[in-house]
Nanobody, 126 residues
């Protein structure tokens, strides 16, 4: 089993920045994919970014809506993935979820992930 705990959410003004963290504990994998999703009130959960990693290297993928503003990174030694969010917009307001999958894959659909965190609220005031 893998446990994921997100932190770093909060209230920020439009144009501001936040950094989310997702700490993983439990089983670790030589290859894995960590993703960030978000869900705004009344909307479906949507893909934000992912970091796929294996011993030969890694790959990151972003949703078009956040490309150029958000950066995903990971510290494998700490089993932690980060989401640096800059130039935040009102429409970025959502609960942000961290997800994990025990293989190297480009998985942008939530049902492709095996483990989920509890979510952290991000509110951007206009």
């Amino acid at each position: 089993q893998v446990q994921l705990v997100e932190s770093g959410g909060g209230l920020v003004q439009a144009g501001g920045s936040l950094r989310l963290s997702c700490a993983a504990s439990g089983r670790t994998f030589s290859s894995s994919t960590m993703g960030w999703f978000r869900q705004a009130p009344g909307k479906d959960r949507e893909f934000v970014a992912l970091s796929a990693w294996t011993w030969t290297g890694g790959r990151t993928v972003y949703a078009d809506s956040v490309k150029g503003r958000f950066t995903i990174s990971r510290d494998n030694a700490k089993n932690t993935v980060y989401l640096e969010m800059n130039s935040l917009k009102f429409e970025d307001t959502a609960v942000y979820y961290c997800a994990a999958k025990s293989e190297f894959t480009v998985a942008t659909r939530d049902y492709e992930y095996d483990y989920w965190g509890q979510g952290t609220q991000v509110t951007v005031s206009s």
